[in-house]
């Protein structure tokens, strides 16, 4: 089940929410523990017991850990992490592995396994990075253990934001779990997120995939430069769309519900360095990374030298975190590169052209790396920038003949770029100063149904899109 499937928008998620009014404070929390499992199974079926498992090895080892001290607590902080991690690598990563290893394990060089027939279970990814916060945070002292099975399992299950994010730190939340207050403000707000997350999702990255994906199957050596730019940029707005949407629907979900979930992007295509692009791109995975990878290893503090091997960790597991293939790992390892890069050669003083040059280098860096991110195969991606650095590819049509011949494609792009910059904060900021006009009463209406308008026609053709499309999945359900 997906946020922008009919069964979610009409029939679970209505009664959830009712449920959650008529159910009062004190069984607000089963009822959302038991609406989270069910929307898991719905989709998982089966693996929904490996969800639970997860939530209850780590409930108690949670307990034991703030109980111990020493040796002692350390074994048992470890076997968490272990426990943990062990599914996500079966799942995951033991197809990779054994095909990787594959030549020097098996004389055919083949697999003997199926390995490869192995489902991966949605968001397994993210909720396991949930369950290893909760308990080193408990080592660390930085939050105490739950001992309610309900919130625990609560805060790791819980459906806006299982399959696909932001991750959230149990500190955050601790205390809202335990006593949240629900008000119509809030409710209103929440909603109004919701469905701006949606269209992202629907207008946006829907649309603009479906470019994406003619465009990545075409083969190779039909692809030209004008059209593989175009497949570039449309998937570097898509994932965005795509990715940010999600995290706008959780993050509104959350507020309906009573609970405040981090931001999880902020606008990282005007980022004019990667140090910059990652502290607003996935901020939820970038400082999980930093804080309990990063920082642990050693960070920055043992010497240069340390410092580009953490940083070449940090980024190699975070392509790993993506999926088994060599192209995360490409991926992952090309951000850590220009991180370095930045970190050896740091910029003191920043004018206006040097930021637009350096904007200009993220840019291309970060289309650079989407497109070996998309690709199936090095291969693939190694001849897919060739043709976009006009070095390969046969003679067609240009980028700008491409969108002429498209005007929804034009239409869905040129909204895609506008809405990258800040534009909504920008407008948003005009307005709260034009509600300072007078007289005051009337200007406030009248930009009350301004916004009522500006929602309701945003959810009305998000509701037609989602009558008239096909079904298009989450990008990150994968991860």
């Not at 098996?106 to 199926?114: C, D």
């Amino acid at each position: 089940m997906i946020f922008s499937s009919v069964t979610f928008l009409f029939l679970f998620l209505p009664m959830v929410l009712l449920g959650s009014v008529l159910s009062g404070k004190k069984y607000r929390n089963l009822l959302l523990f038991t609406a989270s499992l069910l929307f898991y199974l719905w989709g998982e079926g089966g693996y929904t017991l490996l969800l639970l498992s997860a939530i209850a090895i780590t409930f108690i080892l949670g307990r034991k850990i703030e109980k111990y001290s020493g040796n002692r607590q350390k074994f048992l902080l470890g076997l968490g992490i272990l426990c943990n991690l062990l599914p996500l690598f079966v799942f995951k990563y033991l197809h990779f592995t054994l095909s990787t290893l594959a030549p020097l394990l098996f004389s055919s060089g083949q697999i003997s396994l199926q390995t490869e027939n192995i489902h991966l279970p949605a968001g397994i990814s993210f909720f396991t990075f949930q369950a290893i916060s909760y308990l080193i945070d408990v080592y660390r002292r930085v939050a105490p253990a739950e001992q309610s099975f309900l919130n625990c399992g609560l805060y790791i299950s819980m459906f806006p934001q299982l399959i696909a994010g932001p991750i959230i730190r149990y500190h955050d939340i601790a205390k809202q779990l335990q006593r949240r207050i629900i008000t119509i403000s809030g409710f209103a707000t929440g909603a109004e997120r919701f469905i701006f997350g949606l269209a992202k999702k629907v207008l946006l990255a829907d649309t603009l995939g479906v470019a994406v994906d003619k465009i990545f199957e075409l083969p190779l050596h039909e692809l030209n430069m004008g059209n593989a730019w175009l497949g570039a940029i449309c998937f570097t707005l898509q994932i965005y769309y795509d990715f940010s949407g999600y995290s706008d629907m959780a993050i509104g979900l959350g507020k309906m519900f009573g609970f405040t979930f981090p931001e999880n992007f902020n606008y990282p295509y005007i980022s004019s360095s990667m140090r910059e692009f990652w502290r607003r791109w996935h901020i939820s995975l970038s400082t999980w990374l930093r804080d309990y990878l990063y920082f642990p290893i050693g960070g920055s503090r043992k010497g240069a030298s340390r410092t580009i091997l953490n940083l070449l960790i940090v980024f190699l597991l975070c392509g790993l975190w993506h999926g088994a293939n060599w192209t995360f790992i490409i991926w992952g390892l090309w951000h850590g590169t220009f991180l370095i890069l930045e970190r050896l050669m740091p910029t003191q003083q920043r004018g206006p052209l040097q930021t637009c040059l350096g904007w200009f280098y993220t840019t291309l860096v970060v289309i650079i790396g989407w497109v070996v991110f998309r690709s199936p195969s090095l291969t693939t991606s190694w001849e897919f920038l060739q043709i976009m650095a006009g070095h390969q590819g046969g003679m067609g049509a240009t980028f700008f003949s491409l969108l002429s011949a498209d005007k929804l494609l034009f239409t869905e792009l040129l909204a895609g770029l506008l809405l990258a910059l800040p534009t909504y904060p920008y407008m948003a900021k005009i307005v709260s100063h034009a509600a300072k006009w007078k007289p005051k009463g009337i200007i406030t209406g009248i930009l009350s149904l301004g916004r009522i308008g500006i929602v309701s026609t945003v959810l009305y053709f998000t509701f037609i899109s989602i009558a008239a499309q096909a079904y298009h999945p989450f990008l990150y359900f994968q991860f």
